[in-house]
Structure formats: structure tokens, C-alpha cells
């Protein structure tokens, strides 16, 4: 059984920057890729970063040069840094744990997930 928490959501102003954080309890966690999701009000959840269980990332066209994933692998920990925050990343982030040592966009990729947490970019 895995467990997902996130934190570090808040309220900040465009073109502000904000990290939030997911920790992970379970085994295993290294094996695995992770991803972080969000989803807007009346939109459909969508991947914003993932990251393979060797550190490779992606990123979906929107956030690329402005969001980096990173992952602590001692500390069970995912984090996600957005720099150059704009209101349209206003969304609940989700941390997202996939079956895979790879990361694709896909929610079906992913087994577990986190409650969410809000960000919310004021312009």
C-alpha cells in the first residue's frame, strides 16, 4: 500500500514562484516513476511532470522551462518547482505514483494518488 501527501499550495501572484512537495510511504518507492497532475475547475485532469525512477523527466508543453520535478529518493519525496507562475496554472496538483519505472502522460499509467493540493495564481 502506498500513501501520498502533498503540501505547499498557496496563493501567490503571476510571475511568482512556489514549490510543492508529495511524501510518499510504502516500499519500493525508488522503483517507480511519479508524475504530477492538475486539474482546473470544469476541465479534465492533465499531466503537467513526470519522472522516471533514474531521474529522467518530462514535462507537458505548457509548464517546460518553467516547472522542474525532482525526487529524493532517501526521503521518499517528490517535489514540483514552478517559477513564472501564471493564472491559467491556477489548478489542484495531484502527486501521482505510476505502476511503470518510466513516466508517460497518462493517469491510467498511475495506481496511486494524492488528495491534491490547491495553487492558486492571482494576476
Known amino acids: 500500500q502506498v500513501q501520498l501527501v502533498e503540501s505547499g499550495g498557496g496563493l501567490v501572484q503571476s510571475g511568482n514562484s512556489l514549490r510543492v512537495s508529495c511524501a510518499a510511504s510504502?516500499?519500493?518507492?525508488?522503483?517507480?516513476?511519479m508524475g504530477w497532475f492538475r486539474q482546473a475547475p470544469g476541465k479534465e485532469r492533465e499531466f503537467v511532470a513526470g519522472?522516471?525512477?533514474?531521474?529522467?523527466?518530462s514535462y507537458a508543453d505548457s509548464v517546460k522551462g518553467r516547472f522542474t520535478i525532482s525526487r529524493d529518493n532517501a526521503k521518499n519525496a517528490v517535489y514540483l518547482q514552478m517559477n513564472s507562475l501564471k493564472p491559467e496554472d491556477t489548478a489542484v496538483y495531484y502527486c501521482?505514483?505510476?505502476?511503470?519505472?518510466?513516466?508517460?502522460?497518462?493517469?491510467?499509467?498511475?495506481?496511486?494518488w494524492g488528495q491534491g493540493t490547491q495553487v492558486t495564481v492571482s494576476s
Open positions: 519522472i522516471n525512477y533514474n531521474g529522467d523527466t
Open positions: 501521482a505514483k505510476s505502476r511503470l519505472f518510466y513516466s508517460r502522460p497518462y493517469s491510467q499509467d498511475y495506481d496511486y
Open positions: 510504502g516500499r519500493a518507492f525508488r522503483d517507480y516513476a
